[in-house]
């Protein structure tokens, strides 16, 4: 499976991101995905996750802030991130959870 994360830049603390992230493979539907984070210095963290049938997780860290969401048809998940916050720069993955297989990632950078 291929994957390419965009969607990332320079935002404002409070601002607002939509990520998306495009899969290759024909079994990308029936993967429950994931969006990761890496910030410098630190390890990678999951942030939020759907199911094939559109049931999500967050991390308590950004629950209420970040939607995750997946269209099949179109082998994408995205993740609106709103009320963003310096702690939340970091770079952007996604991948199916439990497999450790992360594309080429977006960088995500919140400034105060």
């Known amino acids: 499976v291929q994957l390419q994360a965009y969607g990332g830049g320079l935002v404002q603390a409070g601002g607002s991101l939509r990520l998306s992230c495009v899969a290759s493979?024909?079994?990308?539907?029936?993967?429950?995905m994931g969006w990761y984070r890496q910030a410098p210095g630190k390890r990678r963290e999951l942030v939020a996750d759907?199911?094939?049938?559109?049931?999500?997780g967050y991390a308590n860290s950004v629950k209420g802030r970040f939607t995750i969401s997946r269209d099949n048809a179109k082998n994408t998940v995205y993740l609106q991130m709103n009320s963003l916050k310096p702690e939340d720069t970091a770079v952007y993955y996604c991948?199916?959870?439990?497999?450790?297989?992360w594309g080429q990632g977006t960088e995500v950078t919140v400034s105060s």
């Open positions: 991948g199916p959870v439990g497999y450790s297989i």
């Open positions: 493979g024909s079994r990308f539907s029936m993967n429950t």
């Open positions: 759907i199911t094939s049938g559109g049931s999500t």
